[in-house]
């Protein structure tokens, strides 16, 4: 039998054979991080400027556009800080807190992605009582509240993780601490984190996922009745944005925990997908398909 032991430091040893490649992976993420952080404030920005984008669906985008750019800074910064300083020890202590605050983010934005589904539902099923149902008072609750929750609930996701023993190597081949890494450092699941798992899976993941595709049928089959056309292309057009983000979020993290467990590499370029390049690409998608953005963006800009 392994000796379990309790582990006070982490290596995190992402692109340790790829000493020529690391200036280039270096300026890549801080490429990335730089337009991510820029492109998500300059959303933020000019919703909270233009009078006109006071509204539930534009309150939505905004922190969509914060949790994103939350999601990269709790993995980017250290990680350039590692391959410049060529430091890859990691505390524990920074390992479960970096931790925490990405499971806290991913909370956030699997719920958020639910509620903007829903508040399409209403504009486009109940269009009569949407300001009734979505009020402003309605939307600062449902905001606090999705942000309190995740917050609390992944205090309980951590401590399942840190009930687990740990016996092998404490060398995590990923950029950053995320759950799927770190599990591979314990000799033994506990019964905690099983059942703890999935809960949030079933929770977190699957019921907003199904009660999302559930709100886009029915908003799918009001579009399908509707007269004319360009009635029809309108609400769609409402619609595509957020889809096409359900669908690169949810795409890119199903098959990321669907990589075999010795498939460091792939692991790698799904994680990266998964943290930095959907937070990058999130507010371009929103941009790009939204008018009132793209004139407000012209306006900020002369």
Same mark, same amino acid.
């Given at each position: 039998?392994?000796?379990e032991?309790?582990i006070n430091?982490f290596y995190?040893?992402?692109?340790?054979?790829?000493?020529?490649?690391?200036?280039f992976?270096?300026?890549?993420?801080?490429?990335?991080?730089v337009?991510?952080?820029l492109?998500n404030s300059?959303i933020i920005t000019?919703i909270?400027?233009e009078?006109q984008l006071?509204?539930?669906?534009y309150?939505f !985008?905004?922190? /969509?556009s914060?949790v994103? %750019?939350?999601?990269?800074?709790v993995?980017?910064?250290k990680?350039?800080h590692? *391959?410049?300083?060529?430091?890859?020890?990691?505390?524990?202590?920074?390992?479960y807190t970096?931790l925490?605050f990405f499971?806290s983010?991913?909370?956030?934005?699997?719920?958020?992605?639910?509620?903007?589904?829903?508040d399409r539902?209403v504009?486009?099923?109940?269009p009569?009582?949407?300001?009734r149902i979505l009020?402003y008072r309605n939307?600062c609750l449902?905001?606090?509240?999705?942000?309190?929750v995740?917050f609390?609930?992944s205090v309980e996701?951590?401590n399942?993780?840190?009930n687990?023993?740990?016996?092998?190597?404490n060398?995590?081949?990923?950029f950053?601490?995320d759950?799927?890494?770190?599990?591979k450092?314990?000799?033994?699941t506990s019964?905690?984190f099983?059942v703890?798992?999935? !809960?949030?899976i /079933?929770?977190w993941?699957? %019921?907003?996922?199904m009660?999302?595709?559930i709100s886009?049928?029915?908003i799918? *089959?009001?579009i399908?009745?509707?007269?004319t056309?360009e009635?029809?292309?309108?609400s769609?057009?409402?619609?595509s944005?957020h889809?096409?983000?359900?669908t690169?979020?949810y795409?890119?993290?199903v098959i990321?925990?669907l990589?075999?467990?010795?498939?460091?590499?792939?692991?790698i370029i799904f994680n990266t997908i998964?943290s930095?390049i959907?937070?990058?690409i999130?507010?371009?998608?929103?941009?790009l398909?939204n008018?009132n953005?793209q004139?407000?963006l012209?306006?900020?800009l002369r």
């Amino acid at each position: 039998m392994k000796n379990e032991t309790s582990i006070n430091f982490f290596y995190l040893l992402p692109f340790s054979g790829e000493t020529r490649s690391k200036p280039f992976i270096t300026a890549f993420f801080f490429l990335i991080y730089v337009v991510g952080v820029l492109i998500n404030s300059s959303i933020i920005t000019v919703i909270c400027l233009e009078v006109q984008l006071h509204k539930p669906m534009y309150l939505f !985008i905004c922190n /969509l556009s914060i949790v994103d %750019i939350f999601y990269t800074s709790v993995t980017v910064p250290k990680l350039l800080h590692m *391959l410049l300083s060529g430091n890859h020890i990691v505390s524990s202590a920074q390992c479960y807190t970096q931790l925490y605050f990405f499971l806290s983010v991913a909370t956030v934005e699997e719920i958020l992605l639910f509620v903007m589904a829903y508040d399409r539902y209403v504009a486009i099923c109940f269009p009569l009582h949407y300001h009734r149902i979505l009020t402003y008072r309605n939307c600062c609750l449902i905001t606090i509240g999705i942000w309190t929750v995740a917050f609390l609930n992944s205090v309980e996701f951590l401590n399942s993780i840190l009930n687990m023993s740990s016996c092998h190597s404490n060398v995590i081949h990923q950029f950053f601490c995320d759950p799927k890494s770190l599990t591979k450092t314990t000799c033994r699941t506990s019964q905690l984190f099983i059942v703890v798992a999935f !809960i949030e899976i /079933l929770i977190w993941v699957f %019921i907003p996922l199904m009660c999302t595709f559930i709100s886009y049928f029915q908003i799918f *089959l009001v579009i399908s009745k509707m007269k004319t056309k360009e009635s029809r292309k309108k609400s769609f057009s409402t619609c595509s944005s957020h889809i096409t983000i359900i669908t690169i979020y949810y795409g890119a993290g199903v098959i990321g925990y669907l990589i075999p467990p010795y498939s460091e590499v792939l692991d790698i370029i799904f994680n990266t997908i998964y943290s930095n390049i959907i937070p990058m690409i999130n507010p371009i998608i929103y941009s790009l398909q939204n008018s009132n953005i793209q004139s407000a963006l012209l306006r900020l800009l002369r």
